[in-house]
C-alpha cells in the first residue's frame, strides 16, 4: 500500500512543489497553486476551501452542491461578502499599490467556499492576466469577475461562529459548517454531529 501511494504520489511530484513561503500574505498564491494541482491531476466536479479550523458537515454540503452542478459549471458557492470596502490598515489591509478602489467585488468568504471545475479553470484563466493581492477570499472574487464567466451564490446558513457561541452547548446547528472551532471542540463535533 505504501509504495502506491509513493508511485502515485511520483506522477505528481513537479506539480506540487511551488517555490514561495508558506505565509498568511501569501495565501491567494497558495490557494491558486492548490487549484492548479487539483485542475491538472484529478477529474472532480468540486473543489472545496476550508480553514483547519472549519467544522464541515459534508454530506449536506455536497448534496446542495449537486444542485448547481446542473445550473452552471462555473459557480463558487458559499457566504458572499457584497460590496465591502477596501481596508487600509490592520490584518487584511490593501496598500494602495495593491489594490487603488475603494471597494472590493463581491467574493466568497475564505473560511469555507465550494468552486466547480469551470469556476477553477475560469479563476485559472483569468489569473494569467491580472496581478492579484494578497487577501486570498477578495482576490478570488476579483478574479471571478475578471473572468466574466462565473456566478457567485450566496447561500443562506452556509457557516457560523463557534466564537459567538458557548463551545459546551451543541454546535451541530442547522448550518452546513462552523467556523472558528477548537482542535478539542472538533473532535467532540465529529462524535455528537459527525453523521450530519
Known amino acids: ?12 511530484n513537479d506539480l ?5 513561503l508558506d505565509t498568511y500574505r501569501n495565501l491567494t498564491v497558495k490557494t491558486l497553486c492548490s487549484l492548479h494541482f487539483v485542475n491538472v491531476a484529478y477529474d472532480t466536479k468540486y473543489v472545496f476551501k476550508s480553514d483547519d479550523d472549519v467544522f464541515l458537515k459534508l454530506t449536506k454540503i ?5 444542485h448547481y452542478r446542473s445550473i452552471s459549471s462555473n459557480v463558487v458557492f ?7 470596502q477596501t481596508q487600509r490598515s490592520g490584518k487584511w489591509a490593501l496598500s494602495m499599490e495593491e489594490y487603488a ?15 466547480t471545475t469551470g469556476a477553477v479553470k475560469a479563476l485559472l484563466a483569468a489569473n494569467k492576466n491580472i496581478p492579484l493581492f494578497s487577501i486570498e477570499d477578495a482576490a478570488m472574487g476579483l478574479l471571478a469577475q475578471k473572468s466574466g464567466k462565473i456566478k457567485l451564490i450566496s447561500v443562506p446558513m452556509w457557516y457560523d461562529d463557534a466564537l459567538r457561541r458557548d463551545l459546551k452547548t451543541d454546535l451541530c446547528s442547522s ?4 467556523h472558528h472551532v477548537r482542535p478539542a471542540s472538533m473532535l467532540q463535533m465529529w462524535r455528537n454531529c459527525g453523521k450530519v
Do not use: Q, R, W
Open 175 to 178: 448550518h452546513f459548517a462552523t
Open 1 to 12: 500500500m505504501v509504495e502506491e501511494i509513493k508511485e502515485e504520489a511520483a506522477k505528481f
Open 62 to 66: 455536497l448534496n446542495f452542491a449537486s
Open 78 to 84: 458559499g457566504k458572499v461578502s457584497s460590496k465591502a
Open 101 to 115: 478602489e475603494e471597494i472590493i467585488p463581491d467574493y466568497c468568504t475564505g473560511p469555507l467556499y465550494g468552486l
Open 16 to 20: 506540487v512543489i511551488f517555490n514561495f
